[in-house]
């Protein structure tokens, strides 16, 4: 059968026609596909929030979240359960298995919905119907701002919903939401003292509402053939004639508007706000669809926006807060600056050592494996996102092994005065196979993260696919297109030498027969290095996500349990405009009170709702600024707001970890959890090193609890749901009682009493309690036993349905990794005696990064059975096979003194490149090893000679290899996201590939008894 080379040289028209449509094709496709942030996956987390107004954190806990969490568990699949149960408020957060597939979600989700709809007959009177939230994990990137100089937030929210509706249809957009919008309602404030003196029941004027805010039911009349539709049956038509609503008092009628200012308001307490800049706004989130390319989208959104700001009035401005369409275009440029570097330096070094023909045929087999990919890619669906880029970039350094190998090959048969053709096809047979295999082996090394059945094998599945498609692509034309373009363009020297006989290769020969002929020592020498870098690996930092580059600062702020949302947004008003005016670097502050923007990025950490947390997103210049504020920042809030607990964070590249060390104590009693975690935090207190230390139960409340008397009550009509009808009234949320329509909108009708009554806690223990068909009322204090105000829990956390409160820190120095933290502080924590019945586990980054490592090594033994198993084929020789395996090991000199002289982190990436590196360092000793075996059953040479000839004929394809390899990763060393991946490969590379020149000649010595030409004739 004809190799894939011969066909070449029998069909050139149709390869050069081929590299036409390659080149062309990959251009295109480059444009045309999508082009995202970070790979598309998805979150596998779900939040149930049920509201259950007036009941206590305990109540919500047992009525409520154990009713919700005992129908999750009933489902398969779920790996977690939260639950944080608040006074009213229920929030039960599923995180399923991360194995799952995302095509297995929305029939997980429906799945969900039935067993919360099936526990919903289970939960009290009182509470509402849960809402199941599963599109957590979506992610808006284009993010706006609109703010309205001189606009009431009422017309800045309508002007809001004007633009969120012409941005829905917009192409290439996904979804629209907004943030920072307020929930409008319509206030009936009462005159608690007015109505008492007039006898005033509020369920009177309950029901008087109710009755007239309906459309009441009408019908048609049939006349003759035609039925007429009835109408008039109106509800109210505008808040004027909601105060004209007739009251009955007995015989006589009042207006509503005689004893209760009516007026439009917002639902209160505020989820949520939103300020920009310190100027009132409203965010608007809007994701890409599906597979489109969010460049596209960023010019359609900009097309549109220019369409309608000339319908907007003058004051309403649309400012980018974050466009994922900026990073991804920066992300791609410097793809194409790194694909150029690579390429110029491929050239460069092939120039010096090959020459320059040889350097460009190369370089051209580097951009039409390249180009190749992209039109696979784009045929696949596969966009252009970090991990897609990650791989094109690993791929780099090893997309030209094959044709410096045949390159190289051709040449010195050239230089021995073979001729071209012949020597050309003759060196692609003969290494035809062990590339083949070798590159089958350096896409095998990635398999692990492949089928990883966790997230981050759904996030680096396209990782996997891209080097597979690259990697294969790079030996298809190393075997054509190469091949006929080295017959094309090498020379044919004019005198016939051997390429070997110079120096250098003398010396090399001199110092390798050395080795040989010692080899026990250099063995010795070989085995200390490993046990060197395998001690020096254990001082290397180890962490599993790294930092992103971004030119933004988050910062979250929270003050003490219990205060409210306005006391929030005006301490961060005044941290804003300090900052705008302490900071030249800050371009832009968007401040988002109660609760986190909408994602606009994947590795966002979402904060649910709380009345007590602010976050500022901080804009910069670039990203050196944005990490350079960061120490100045922390001393401006530690001196200004002491009050507060901030926190200054960037972004990692994966799930987010709001604190990279957490100890999760688990039992029954809250008193006794508290005291365990105040023993946690003084831990942490005694080491320097942690900041930002903190539990999430946080402080307890001031709590006003009156204790209804049934006899009491009984007496005089009252009933506990009366009490808390009255009690309800008198908060600032007040009693939600019907509802107004008012256009497409519906408002809640909200009963209240006027502010005076709040003043102190004896007015509110003076306030009237109603009965249902009461004319006259009680004061409140004359139904109830006692009325306690004491300190209480705000919130009662719970894990996998056992109450769990966890002490969380982070490290002072932002760049220590959690790993370290963790180290300074994990044994004093585990000797904290736990009483019967509790217990203690690690979260932050340790669990997270315990699972992703797991998942990876899961399929470890098969990608290692499956390499072993292509070894073996290709030499059909265990001793042979056993020695290539052995060589595996030496990269991890290289790796842990690469990473511990440059302080790197051992996490993600360079466990990527640590797979990438094992599978160029087997290609580097197969190719060698293969070569030995040639010298031997071909051309019949002696042992000795066979390794000399060998390790000398491929000491030039492995250097250069190696060589382009570690100086094409140069650029990513000072790249926060590449760095310890390209550091990883760049020393692993380095020491593995001299141990290689010189351990495999070692080993196969060792193992085949091979003797140098002195020893045997001695």
């Known amino acids: 059968m004809k190799s894939l080379t011969e066909y070449a040289f029998k069909n050139k028209v149709v390869v050069y026609f081929i590299l036409l449509l390659v080149l062309l094709g990959g251009i295109s496709s480059y444009f045309k596909m999508g082009k995202l942030e970070d790979a598309v996956f998805t979150i596998k987390t779900a939040l149930v929030v049920t509201s259950y107004p007036g009941a206590t954190p305990h109540e919500v806990e047992q009525e409520v979240s154990e009713v919700i969490e005992r129908a999750v568990q009933e489902m398969s699949n779920v790996k977690e359960v939260f639950s944080s149960s608040w006074a009213g408020l229920s929030i039960v957060e599923i995180n399923l298995e991360e194995s799952m597939r995302s095509d297995e979600m929305p029939q997980t989700w429906d799945i969900l919905r039935k067993k919360i709809n ?54 290439l957009v996904g979804k629209v939401t907004l943030f920072g919008s307020q929930n409008e309602c319509v206030d009936i404030v ?92 409203i965010g608007l989130g809007i994701s ?66 090959m020459g320059l023909r ?84 350096a896409i095998l090394a990635f398999l692990p993260v492949f089928l990883a059945p966790n997230s981050a094998g759904e996030i680096n599945h396209d990782l996997f696919l891209v080097l597979a498609i690259s990697l ?61 870098g395998v001690v020096l690996f254990g001082s290397v930092k180890k962490a599993f996500f790294a930092p992103l580059e971004k030119s933004y600062t988050l910062v979250d702020y929270w003050l003490p349990e219990g205060t409210t949302i306005n006391k929030v947004g005006s301490d961060l008003e005044q941290v804003v405009a300090d900052l705008k005016e302490e900071f030249p670097e800050i371009v832009n502050v968007t401040t988002s009170l109660g609760e986190t923007p909408p994602r606009y990025m994947l590795p966002v950490q979402v904060v649910k709702p709380h009345s007590s947390f602010g976050q500022l997103l901080i804009e910069t210049h670039d990203a050196d600024e944005a990490e350079a504020i960061k120490p100045r920042l922390r001393s401006y809030l530690s001196e200004h707001c002491p009050d507060a607990s901030a926190q200054i964070k960037g972004y990692i590249a994966g799930p987010p970890i709001p604190y990279k060390v957490e100890a999760r104590f688990i039992g029954p009693d809250p008193d006794v959890l508290r005291e365990l975690s105040e023993k946690a935090k003084a831990i942490m207190h005694e080491h320097p090193e942690c900041s930002d230390i903190k539990d999430d139960w946080r402080n307890q409340v001031l709590t006003w609890d009156p204790q209804f008397s049934e006899l009491k009550a009984n007496r005089v009509g009252i009933t506990r749901s009366d009490l808390g009808a009255a009690i309800q009234r008198l908060t600032s949320s007040g009693l939600v009682i019907g509802e107004y329509r008012e256009n497409e909108d519906k408002l809640p009708l909200v009963l ?107 399929y470890f033994p098969l990608a290692m059975l499956l390499i072993v198993l292509i070894i073996v084929m290709l030499f059909n020789n265990i001793r042979q096979s056993i020695i290539v395996i052995l060589v595996i090991p030496l990269q991890l000199i290289g790796v842990a003194f690469g990473l511990f002289i440059t302080n790197s982190v051992f996490g993600f990436m360079a466990i990527v490149g640590f ?45 250069l290899a190696a060589a382009t390899t570690m100086l094409g990763m140069l650029p990513l060393v000072t790249d926060p996201m590449f760095s310890s991946m390209a550091i990883t490969i760049i020393f692993g590379l380095l020491f593995a590939t001299l141990l290689t020149l010189i351990g495999v000649p070692l080993l196969y010595a060792i193992f085949f008894h091979v003797k140098t030409p002195k020893q045997l004739n001695a």
């Open 118 to 171: 099936d526990a919903y007959s289970e939960l009290p009177a009182g509470a509402y119907p849960p809402q199941v939230i599963d599109d957590f994990g979506d992610v808006y990137g284009m993010f706006y701002a609109i703010t309205g100089d001189g606009f009431t937030n009422e017309e800045l929210n309508d002007y809001a919903e004007y633009i969120k509706r012409n941005m829905q249809t917009v192409s």
């Open 915 to 959: 797979l990438g590196l094992m599978g160029m360092v087997l290609k580097n000793a197969i190719v060698l090893m293969d070569q030995i075996k040639i010298n031997l059953e071909k051309e019949g040479v002696i042992p000795f000679n066979a390794i000399i000839n060998a390790s000398i004929s491929r000491m030039r394809p492995v250097f």
């Open 472 to 532: 294969s692509l790079s030996w298809v034309f190393a075997m054509t297109q190469t091949a006929i373009t080295n017959e094309q363009f090498l020379k044919t020297p004019k005198t016939i030498k051997d390429p070997y006989d110079n120096k250098f290769y003398r010396l090399f020969q001199g110092f390798l027969t050395s080795v040989i002929r010692y080899k026990w020592i250099s063995l010795g020498v070989m085995v200390a290095a490993l046990f060197f």
């Open 288 to 353: 890409t669809a599906t597979g489109g390319n969010v460049l596209d989208l960023s010019e359609n959104l900009k097309q549109r926006l220019e369409e309608l700001m000339p319908n907007l009035p003058v004051g309403i401005e649309i400012t980018p807060i974050y466009s994922e369409a900026k990073e991804v275009d920066n992300a791609n440029n410097q793809f194409v600056v790194n694909l150029i570097e690579s390429v110029v330096i491929v050239v460069v070094v092939l120039l010096l050592f």
């Open 190 to 281: 009462i005159n608690d003292a007015k109505i008492s003196e007039l006898g005033v029941n509020p369920g009177v004027i309950i029901q008087a509402l109710n009755n007239q805010a309906g459309i009441a039911p009408s019908g048609n009349l049939e006349l003759g053939e035609n039925n007429i539709r009835v109408t008039g049956n109106l509800a109210y038509q505008n808040i004027d004639e909601i105060g004209k609503t007739l009251i009955q008092i007995g015989d006589e009628q009042i207006y509503l508007s005689d004893i209760a200012e009516i007026k439009k308001s917002y639902l209160q307490p505020e989820r949520n706000r939103m300020l920009f800049n310190n100027n009132e706004a």
């Open 752 to 858: 209240k009493v006027d502010n005076q009554a709040q003043n102190s806690l004896e007015s509110i223990s003076n306030t009237g309690v109603w009965s249902r068909a009461g004319r006259t009322s009680v004061p409140l204090k004359e139904v109830v036993d006692k009325i306690d105000v004491s300190w209480q829990n705000s919130v009662i956390q719970k894990y996998n349905q056992e109450r769990a409160i966890t002490v969380q820190c982070n490290p002072v120095d932002p760049f220590m990794s959690g790993a370290t933290l963790l180290s300074y502080v994990k044994n004093d924590i585990e000797a904290v005696k736990l009483p019967a019945g509790y217990k203690m586990m690690w979260a932050g980054e340790y669990k997270p990064s315990q699972e992703a490592n797991e998942a990876t090594g899961t």
């Open 358 to 441: 040889s350097g460009l045929l190369i370089g051209s087999g580097l951009i039409f494996s390249i180009l190749g990919t992209i039109i696979i890619m784009n045929g696949m669906h596969i966009s252009m996102h970090r991990s897609s880029l990650a791989a094109i970039i690993i791929a780099m350094g090893m997309l030209v092994d094959n044709a410096i190998v045949v390159t190289d090959g051709a040449l010195v048969d050239i230089q021995r005065g073979l001729n071209r053709k012949k020597a050309i096809i003759s060196v692609s047979k003969l290494t035809a196979m062990p590339l083949l295999g070798a590159t089958l082996i």
